[in-house]
């Protein structure tokens, strides 16, 4: 058991370095994305963020299960409520909009004064069409919404602020602009 307690302890303060490079416990109002689902993410990082004395981060899921985990344990926003998801639904968005090159992460490590993150011995990084066309649309997604959010903003590095109305349309993709951050 101590050696488990040790090891326990090295991973958290890694883990804690990480926030802490990431800017997570630069004590800002932060905010983390998230497939969705139940809720543990948010659950594990609000308690972390709370022993350590820093302000919980607020959810964004595309979509959250009925037995979601209550919002004592941080404020979520979702796209998709319970009732509009169906297990189908729920396959098709794991398997394809949350497509990532990267295997989940298992812990982190130092690498030359950088904390970075440590993923399984037989998963390798992996990109196929489907993990190509997200990643080309995630980047044209986020060139959208800084161009989007440039006037809006103090300056072109600057936060911009809450946007309230309106759509944008270009190439027949519409984005609603309520309430969306940069």
């Given amino acids: 058991l101590p050696t488990l307690n040790e090891r326990a302890k090295e991973k958290r303060t890694l883990l804690n370095c990480y926030f802490k490079q990431e800017k ?33 981060t607020t959810f964004f899921y595309y979509g959250v299960r009925g037995d979601v985990m209550h919002s004592r344990y941080g404020r979520y926003h979702t796209y998709y409520s319970p009732e509009q998801l169906s297990t189908e639904g729920t396959t098709l968005i794991e398997n394809y909009f949350s497509a990532s090159p990267y295997p989940s992460t ?53 936060s911009c602020h809450l946007v309230t109305e309106g759509l944008f349309n270009r190439g027949g993709f519409i984005m609603p602009l309520e309430k969306h951050f940069w």
């Fill in 24 to 56: 997570v416990f630069a004590g800002n109002t932060t905010a983390m994305v998230d497939v969705g689902w139940l809720g543990t993410t948010r659950l594990m990082i609000n308690s972390i963020l709370k022993e350590e004395g820093y302000p919980e």
């Fill in 106 to 158: 298992v812990g982190y490590k130092n690498a030359e004064g950088k904390i970075g993150p440590v993923f399984p011995e037989q998963c390798k990084y992996c990109e196929n069409e489907i993990v190509k066309a997200n990643v080309t649309v995630a980047r044209w997604m986020c060139n959208e919404i800084a161009n989007i959010c440039t006037p809006n903003c103090s300056s072109s590095k600057g």
